[in-house]
């Protein structure tokens, strides 16, 4: 377990982990009035949220899957990334994939938030790369099952 120091400029409570073993939390929608988006329309949502992320990690938004898989709303940039270093509000970016208008309402919950760990990388420029039995098979290339 970490701590993270947050400022909370809501007046939702701070995310909570739902079960024992969540990954994340629920952000919610801090918005004075509710916001409808069209088809194929997009928004940035406020949470009223900030954070010192300790350095070495990240928090990655991510879509609720009842939102994406009842209603077709997703996070655009999924998952969005917050590095440590950012100290500004956390914000969503919301698009609606569907054919029906959908409607946001104040203090809904509109995406996950995971922290995880993570490392730098120092590149080493080479001429070659090792073999592997996939090498440089893309998309697919490993087939359906």
């Not at 070495?56 to 209603?71: F, I, M, N, T």
């Not at 500004?88 to 995880?116: C, D, K, M, Y």
Request: glycine share 12%.
């Amino acid at each position: 377990m970490i701590t993270v120091p947050i400022i909370n400029e809501s007046p939702f409570d701070l995310p909570s982990f739902a079960t024992a073993n969540s990954a994340g939390v629920d952000l919610r929608a801090k918005i004075a009035n509710s916001i409808t988006l069209g088809t194929l329309e997009r928004v940035i949502i406020g949470t009223g949220l900030k954070m010192a992320l300790p350095e070495g990690y990240e928090a990655q938004v991510r879509p609720r899957s009842g939102l994406a898989a009842k209603h077709g709303i997703s996070v655009l940039n999924a998952p969005g990334t917050i590095d440590a270093d950012y100290r500004g509000e956390i914000g969503v970016i919301l698009v609606n994939l569907s054919n029906e208008p959908f409607t946001i309402h104040p203090g809904e919950r509109i995406a996950q938030l995971v922290v995880a760990q993570y490392k730098q990388v120092e590149w080493k420029l080479q001429e070659t790369l090792d073999t592997t039995e996939r090498g440089s098979g893309g998309f697919g290339s490993t087939g359906k099952e």
